[in-house]
């Protein structure tokens, strides 16, 4: 029998005939759309107005966006194993009301080593605090219905990074891009800090319930499926973080984050640059990025639905072809028609990276550990996944354009493939002992 230790807040969800995890996935929703502004689509729309008047190098910006990524990925581990035990509510106020900070820090700066600071310190919280607090919120609240839970998350991320550029722009065109910056700083507070203290929870079973909505009787809305009862199996088993790290699917995985992120976010945050330097206007490359951005948020849907219903390693060896792809289509865009095609294509799969970003280790290793697991594998991405976008940037002042980084960033999609597809799910020991005494 589940005892509740404490209640929701119910005043603020009123919505008694809704399982509440609906609400966290919500929360998880309104905060990434609020966070945007450490992600590379809406960094790329300040790259070329900052370079402009401050007269700072391609190196020199994306430096700053290199910094927090390697931030990221280390603050992950220190706080992995804190959200496991006591949840998000208060590491993702704080992270959110610290990142308002350094956007007014953005706002003011007068030097590069200033953007290093305030947007790597901000991104870094960013990735650790906001993302990946509300990763472990939805993790812990779903089971059979994570993919399209955690699909809430992934489409505020991207429909923010497609629609607040072009909200940025009559700050940047008409007045300056440090006005830009402190209209993010108020609305990450209003839109961030504010909903997550208030609605963030840790787990279902502290308030009596259980995940997905389910009875204690094993039922939620509807009898769950084979597959359905094989992942309820997975978040049943207790993996620990170093369990997870005798295994070669742990490995792989790591493997395909470091991967993706060295190039998934340097085509974020050069792609709008790299077509205004082939004759597309500011606001037409603040366009594409609209396209890729708005493209993964509707698509995040679909794909959340297919991660429910096939196993995540699928989706991500899609999500792989689809990024090699697109590399061949930024790199031979000379119209505007040819880099919106780039842009869907990218974008698409982009949705489908968005939410394996998110789901690889619950889905893998369960919901018990999955801070402290993800944690584990933030030292090695936090080495290889933030050297993308300053290689980009150092490629394109040598050579004066940015072709070679998207070879070479088509030959890491292709081995984040191969990854996936040798990533075959692990048997934890005691599951193996289960099978073994059943078939004595």
């Known amino acids: 029998m589940l005892i509740p230790r404490k209640t929701v807040p119910g005043l603020l969800w009123p919505f008694k005939s809704i399982y509440y995890g609906w609400g966290i996935a919500f929360t998880s929703m309104i905060m990434a759309f609020a966070t945007v502004s450490m992600y590379g689509p809406v960094l790329s729309v300040f790259v070329k107005p900052i370079g402009d008047e401050m007269g700072w190098s391609r190196t020199e910006i994306a430096f700053a966006f290199t910094i927090g990524s390697f931030l990221g990925s280390m603050f992950t581990t220190a706080v992995g194993r ?68 955690a699909a809430m998350g992934a489409f505020g991320q991207r429909f923010g990074q497609a629609v607040v550029p072009l909200l940025l722009l009559p700050f940047i065109i008409g007045m300056s891009w440090r006005y830009a910056y402190v209209a993010l700083s108020i609305s990450t507070l209003l839109l961030a800090a504010l909903p997550a203290f208030l609605f963030l929870r840790r787990r279902p079973e502290d308030y009596g319930m259980l995940p997905d909505g389910a009875t204690p009787d094993g039922h939620g809305e509807q009898s769950p499926s084979a597959r359905e009862t094989a992942r309820l199996a997975v978040d049943n088993v207790p993996w620990t973080v170093r369990e997870a790290l005798r295994t070669r699917a742990f490995w792989l995985i790591v493997v395909t984050m470091a991967t993706i992120s060295f190039a998934q976010t340097a085509t974020n945050l050069h792609a709008a640059a790299s077509f205004q330097e082939k004759g597309i206007s500011f606001a037409a490359s603040a366009s594409i990025v609209f396209v890729f951005a708005m493209t993964s948020a509707i698509s995040t849907f679909p794909w959340g639905w297919l991660i429910d219903r096939l196993h995540i390693r699928y989706v991500m060896m899609a999500s792989a072809t689809l990024y090699m792809v697109s590399m061949f289509l930024i790199m031979n865009a000379t119209t505007y028609l040819d880099a919106v095609a780039f842009g869907v294509v990218f974008g698409t ?68 493939f191969v990854a996936m597809a040798l990533a075959k799910p692990p048997t934890h020991r005691t599951a193996a002992s289960s099978e073994l005494q059943a078939s004595a």
Not at 106 to 117: D, E, R, T, Y
Not at 354 to 381: C, D, E, K, Q, V
């Open 349 to 416: 799969a982009a949705g489908a990276w968005t939410l394996g970003f998110r789901l690889l280790i619950p889905n893998y290793f369960g919901r018990r550990s999955t801070g402290t697991i993800r944690g584990a594998t933030a030292p090695i991405i936090a080495f290889i996944g933030p050297v993308g976008p300053t290689m980009a940037g150092v490629i394109r002042d040598i050579t004066g354009n940015y072709d070679l980084a998207f070879v070479i960033f088509a030959g890491v999609f292709a081995l984040a």
């Open 82 to 149: 804190f959200l496991d035990r006591h949840g998000a509510r208060m590491v993702a106020t704080l992270a959110a009301m610290f990142i308002a900070a350094m956007l007014l820090g953005l706002a003011l700066m007068q030097a590069p080593w200033h953007m290093w600071i305030f947007f790597g310190l901000g991104r870094g919280v960013t990735i650790a605090g906001v993302q990946l607090g509300a990763t472990v919120a939805v993790a812990n609240w779903f089971i059979q219905k994570r993919g399209r839970a």
